[in-house]
């Protein structure tokens, strides 16, 4: 009963998809003698869980931190190939030659901007996670020539690949979990495979049991969450020897987004009932 429950409740991500909304990357001047941040990617790294994310995304907050030239050309709903295209413009391009830091989030959309019904279909009901290892080997070889991609532009720059976290703590749980172990694997491999060639930071961990990092769209870090973020970030760095503290520095308080409150009510309640009622049917019916 509880794969039907885990069907329904992927429909939901549809809906949980359409909030993901495309927005132009920013960038701040560039001071010289300062080192050049950049973050590449997708909505996580753009900061789409809050208001303001201009002032007060993870990658800000690193930057204010450590005293960095920051550019953000992250784009919510980029998924592995819509990043290799953007890489190509050269604005982008430029910016990767002049980094000596990169922030790299991508890979969340590579699964859910593919058929999520039909996955959690598959996954749920019939405990098939072919199509997920079919896209987790898409995503790698992307992931591939990303790498080598900037490479190509910039042989020198430090990149923090970042793991990927499940938001989910309902019905959905599984199937993003199944998801996020999947992408999480395909960073590990191509670590082990090139030594040295990026250094993860691992938020999946970080945000393991903690729902009250996940902003009330059910997708994105609030703004704790990105100071979660920026705290892992400023620890690595400071590991490498490229900073100083691993204490953040808010120039600017995140702002979360009020709206979507009664869009998490809604889903929390829908798949709340789908756990009662789908089992009480099915009881009485057969």
């Given at each position: 009963?509880?794969?039907?429950?885990?069907?329904?409740?992927?429909?939901?991500?549809?809906?949980?998809?359409?909030?993901?909304?495309?927005?132009?990357?920013?960038?701040?001047?560039?001071?010289?003698?300062?080192?050049?941040?950049?973050?590449?990617?997708?909505?996580?790294?753009?900061?789409?869980?809050?208001?303001?994310?201009?002032?007060?995304?993870?990658?800000?907050?690193?930057?204010d931190t450590n005293g960095y030239n920051y550019k953000n050309c992250c784009?919510?709903?980029?998924?592995?190939?819509?990043?290799?295209?953007?890489?190509?413009?050269?604005?982008?391009?430029?910016?990767?030659?002049?980094?000596?830091?990169?922030?790299?989030?991508?890979?969340?959309?590579?699964?859910?901007?593919?058929?999520?019904?039909?996955?959690?279909?598959?996954?749920?009901?019939?405990?098939?996670?072919?199509?997920?290892?079919?896209?987790?080997?898409?995503?790698?070889?992307?992931?591939?020539?990303?790498?080598?991609?900037?490479?190509?532009?910039?042989?020198?720059?430090?990149?923090?690949?970042?793991?990927?976290?499940?938001?989910?703590?309902?019905?959905?749980?599984?199937?993003?979990?199944?998801?996020?172990?999947?992408?999480?694997?395909?960073?590990?491999?191509?670590?082990?495979?090139?030594?040295?060639?990026?250094?993860?930071?691992?938020?999946?961990?970080?945000?393991?049991?903690?729902?009250?990092?996940?902003?009330?769209?059910?997708?994105?870090?609030?703004?704790?969450?990105?100071?979660?973020?920026?705290?892992?970030?400023?620890?690595?760095?400071?590991?490498?020897?490229?900073?100083?503290?691993?204490?953040?520095?808010?120039?600017?308080?995140?702002m979360d987004f009020g709206t979507y409150k009664l869009f998490k009510f809604?889903?929390?309640?829908?798949?709340?009932?789908?756990?009662?009622?789908?089992?009480?049917?099915?009881?009485?019916?057969?």
């Amino acid at each position: 009963m509880k794969k039907l429950i885990k069907i329904i409740a992927v429909i939901l991500t549809v809906a949980i998809a359409a909030v993901c909304v495309v927005m132009p990357y920013f960038n701040v001047s560039a001071e010289e003698g300062k080192p050049n941040y950049l973050l590449l990617g997708d909505s996580i790294g753009f900061g789409a869980g809050i208001v303001n994310p201009d002032e007060a995304c993870y990658g800000k907050i690193v930057a204010d931190t450590n005293g960095y030239n920051y550019k953000n050309c992250c784009v919510s709903g980029y998924n592995s190939t819509a990043l290799l295209a953007h890489m190509l413009l050269p604005s982008v391009s430029d910016a990767i030659e002049e980094a000596d830091i990169i922030s790299l989030s991508i890979g969340g959309n590579d699964f859910l901007t593919s058929n999520m019904v039909q996955l959690g279909i598959e996954a749920g009901a019939f405990n098939n996670l072919a199509t997920f290892d079919k896209i987790a080997e898409d995503f790698y070889e992307n992931y591939c020539r990303i790498i080598e991609k900037i490479r190509e532009l910039n042989p020198d720059a430090v990149i923090l690949a970042q793991t990927l976290y499940n938001p989910m703590h309902n019905a959905l749980n599984e199937i993003y979990q199944a998801g996020a172990d999947r992408l999480n694997a395909v960073y590990r491999r191509y670590l082990k495979e090139n030594p040295g060639s990026i250094v993860i930071v691992d938020v999946g961990k970080a945000f393991e049991g903690h729902p009250e990092y996940i902003a009330d769209d059910c997708v994105h870090p609030n703004s704790i969450g990105n100071e979660i973020i920026a705290k892992l970030v400023l620890k690595t760095l400071k590991d490498l020897g490229l900073g100083k503290t691993d204490v953040p520095v808010i120039a600017v308080e995140g702002m979360d987004f009020g709206t979507y409150k009664l869009f998490k009510f809604a889903i929390d309640a829908i798949v709340s009932v789908a756990d009662f009622f789908i089992p009480w049917f099915f009881s009485v019916t057969y």
